[in-house]
């Protein structure tokens, strides 16, 4: 006979009670102490799996058995994003309040389709998204939808886009009809390509635009692809403008950029998955300017608004168009509601949706304007002191600019070749996210290697930056 419980029904509350009371006190203690961590999971691949066993359980299992297996195989296989020295990618946080409104959401388990599904969570996601609205300083008129990411969201800009380019679309397809055309320039997000892709316009539907010497797009460059593919009968469907790109952070310049494409009759669409928060901090709102001419604006609160993963605000000037991309109403789901509040059904291509404005709320309600400015501010500032730090020390230099909390630099000691400095980066690199106490990724600018180091934890202290730039001095001496 297999050992274990054979289960009928769920849980009982009071066992589920001093479970939650558990899991409640490890969350408390490795929010507290995930500095001490490793932050890369010092793991390699196939170990995790190896200590699982290959099928699932016959009979229920004691459910401290689960929660210890949790802590000892599936925690060492974690790269700890909540760590305070995590700098790769976007460095990204949850937070207190929306890991709170992550765990009430999953208690409730609704499925916010159609308003009556859900009533609370369909409202909830029109105020919190209006008061994110209001916070960046986005006009009144614009509506925010949540989806899971930005590649969600701009896939579904790039549909509402298509919708508009080609009215005849819903009905016939892109079939036999002219070719069209999305650009963004070329340090923009994959996830743009993708949608392109997606929607039907091919690798030859997708235009990249070059960039200035800060990484931005050339307003002249778009003009002139603009006209050329006019000329060639080719209809331009969306201009993509990027407000913090994801190698350098660059700002394309969206005021110069939407006038052009409005001239085009093309759709602008903004990604400002990163930067957008930002628009909070007074300081740092000019470097969007423009961004309100925008037909639509993606702001991701899970990347730079301590918000847990996954949260993306879709913001679109005239909903209606992605009512009209995607809104087929089967009979089961028709009700006497239809048409008298949202349902969220009709904005996107998933049905069921999770309730994921109950932790933004629990974010901008906990932490308000003044907390959100501060946070960000602070994060600004240390990138901007670690570039002052790279900038002031012998063979070590920024490879870009620095609008917001990223810095792009590089070990390139007098002496050394380009190719050798690349393998040099790659080394220091390699040698430091070894030791587990940061993290760094790089990326490539005109071909070098670049690392990067990304601020945007909620955790992070000048500390955690001032040992990092320790810990690449060092590895930067010893891989000389
Ligand atoms: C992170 C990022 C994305 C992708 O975001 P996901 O939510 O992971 O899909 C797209 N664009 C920009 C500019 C980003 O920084």
């Known amino acids: 006979m297999t050992p274990g419980t054979r289960r009928a029904g769920d ?13 409640a006190d490890w969350m408390a203690d490795y929010l507290g102490g995930v500095g001490s961590l490793p932050v890369l999971a010092q793991v390699q691949p196939g170990d995790v799996k190896r200590r699982l066993p290959a099928g699932p359980p016959e009979r229920g299992e004691d459910p401290e058995l689960i929660l210890a297996d949790f802590r000892d195989i599936v925690i060492p296989g974690i790269t700890h994003w909540n760590h305070p020295a995590f700098f790769g990618y976007f460095s990204i946080s949850g937070s ?58 701009v896939l579904y800009a790039l549909a509402a886009a298509r919708e508009v ?56 460059a778009l003009r002139a692809a603009l006209e050329e593919d006019r000329a060639a009968g080719i209809r331009p469907v969306a201009v993509v403008a990027t407000t913090g790109t994801t190698s350098t952070t660059s700002v394309d310049p969206v005021d110069a950029i939407g006038p052009i494409t409005r001239e085009f009759g093309a759709w602008l669409h903004v990604d400002a998955a990163y930067g957008g928060p930002t628009a909070i901090v007074p300081e740092l709102r000019p470097l969007l300017a423009g961004w309100e001419e925008a037909d639509s604006v993606v702001v ?20 209606q168009d992605l009512v009209r991309a995607f809104s087929i109403v089967p009979e089961y789901l028709r009700s006497a509601d239809t048409g008298k509040a949202r349902d969220l059904m009709d904005y996107g291509v998933a049905l069921g949706r999770r309730f994921r404005s109950l932790k933004l709320w629990f974010v901008l309600r906990y932490f308000g304007r003044d907390g959100i400015v501060a ?40 002496g050394i070749g380009t190719e050798q400095a690349d393998a040099l980066n790659q080394r220091i690199l390699d040698r430091v996210n070894a030791g587990g106490e940061a993290f760094l990724t790089h990326t490539r600018l005109r071909g070098r290697v670049v690392l990067r180091l990304a601020v945007g934890n909620v955790k992070t202290t000048e500390a955690h930056v001032a040992r990092a730039w320790e810990l690449l001095r060092e590895a930067g001496r010893a891989e000389l």
């Open 375 to 414: 946070n960000l501010r602070e994060h600004v500032r240390l990138a901007r002191a670690f570039a002052g730090w790279v900038e002031a020390t012998e063979g070590w230099e920024l490879a870009a600019p620095v609008p917001y909390a990223v810095v792009c630099f590089r070990f390139a000691p007098a």
């Open 300 to 319: 991701n609160p899970h990347k730079w608004l301590f918000t847990p993963v996954d949260c993306s605000v879709l913001y679109c000037r005239r909903p």
């Open 11 to 23: 849980m009982p509350p009071e066992e589920f009670r001093r479970l939650a009371h558990e899991a």
């Open 96 to 153: 207190g309040p929306g890991i709170l409104g992550e765990m009430l959401a999953a208690a409730l388990n609704v499925n916010a389709m159609v308003w009556r599904s859900s009533p609370a969570a369909t409202e909830l996601e029109e105020v919190a998204t209006d008061w994110l609205r209001q916070l960046v300083g986005l006009p009144a008129g614009f509506e925010g939808i949540i989806n899971d990411t930005a590649s969600s969201s």
């Open 165 to 220: 380019a080609y009215p005849e679309v819903h009905r016939n397809g892109l079939f036999g009809l002219p070719r069209g055309r999305v650009y963004a320039s070329e340090h923009a997000h994959s996830s743009i390509e993708k949608g392109a892709l997606t929607l039907g316009f091919g690798q030859e539907g997708f235009r990249t635009i070059p960039t200035d010497d800060a990484f931005r797009m050339r307003p002249d």
